[in-house]
Each structure stands twice: as structure tokens, then as C-alpha cells.
Nanobody
Framework: QVQLVESGGGLVQAGGSLRLSCAAS??????MGWFRQAPGTEREFVAA????????AYVDSVKGRFTISRDNAKNTVSLQMNSLKPEDTAEYYC???????????????????WGPGTQVTVSS
């Protein structure tokens, strides 16, 4: 089993930056990702990274602004968010897969473990 805990959320003005971190415990994780959900919307994919860290994927709306990375020695994954926009406001969730697979995963059903979430609010 894997337990995930996100941190780093908060309030920031448009154009600012935040760095989210996700600490995994219990066992090693394979591919990991970040999702977000705004009030009244469905949870959506944001970014993903393969176990090796050599492959990453992003939703089009955050490309060039967000960067996902991982440190397998510490069993953590991070999401650096720059040039934040009000539309980035959401609850951000860290997710991990229980089985090995090459590449990245961008679908909710591909993930087995989820953190409780951390709120990101971007004001104008």
C-alpha cells in the first residue's frame, strides 16, 4: 500500500509561483501524477511522470508553465507551477500507480492511490 500526502498549496496572486510536493510512504511507487478539481467540475489530469523520471506529460493548458519532477531516493514528486492564472485555482491531488508500466498515465482509472489534496487559490 501507498500513502500520499500533498503540501505546498496556498494563496498566490496571478503571475506568481507555487511548488507542490507529494510524499509517498508504505512502498515504492511507479508512475505518478497530479490532478486537480475546481468546484463544480470534474477532476482533470494536470501532469504525470514515469518511474524513471525520463518521461513527462502535461495537459495543454499548463504546458510551459508547470514542471513535474520526482526524487526516487526520497520517494517524492513535485509540481513547480509558474505564471499561475486564476483558472488554475483548484484542489490539487497527487496520485500513484500500484503496477509498473512504461511511460506516463493521464487517466484517473490508471491510478490506484490518492492523496487528500491541497488547495491552490490564484487571485487577480
Amino acid at each position: 500500500q501507498v500513502q500520499l500526502v500533498e503540501s505546498g498549496g496556498g494563496l498566490v496572486q496571478a503571475g506568481g509561483s507555487l511548488r507542490l510536493s507529494c510524499a509517498a510512504s508504505g512502498r515504492s511507487s511507479y508512475a505518478m501524477g497530479w490532478f486537480r478539481q475546481a468546484p463544480g467540475t470534474e477532476r482533470e489530469f494536470v501532469a504525470a511522470i514515469s518511474w524513471s523520471g525520463r518521461n513527462t506529460a502535461y495537459v495543454d493548458s499548463v504546458k510551459g508553465r508547470f514542471t513535474i519532477s520526482r526524487d526516487n531516493a526520497k520517494n517524492t514528486v513535485s509540481l513547480q507551477m509558474n505564471s499561475l492564472k486564476p483558472e488554475d485555482t483548484a484542489e490539487y491531488y497527487c496520485a500513484a500507480r500500484a503496477t509498473y508500466g512504461s511511460g506516463t498515465a493521464s487517466r484517473i482509472y490508471e491510478y490506484d492511490y490518492w492523496g487528500p489534496g491541497t488547495q491552490v487559490t490564484v487571485s487577480s
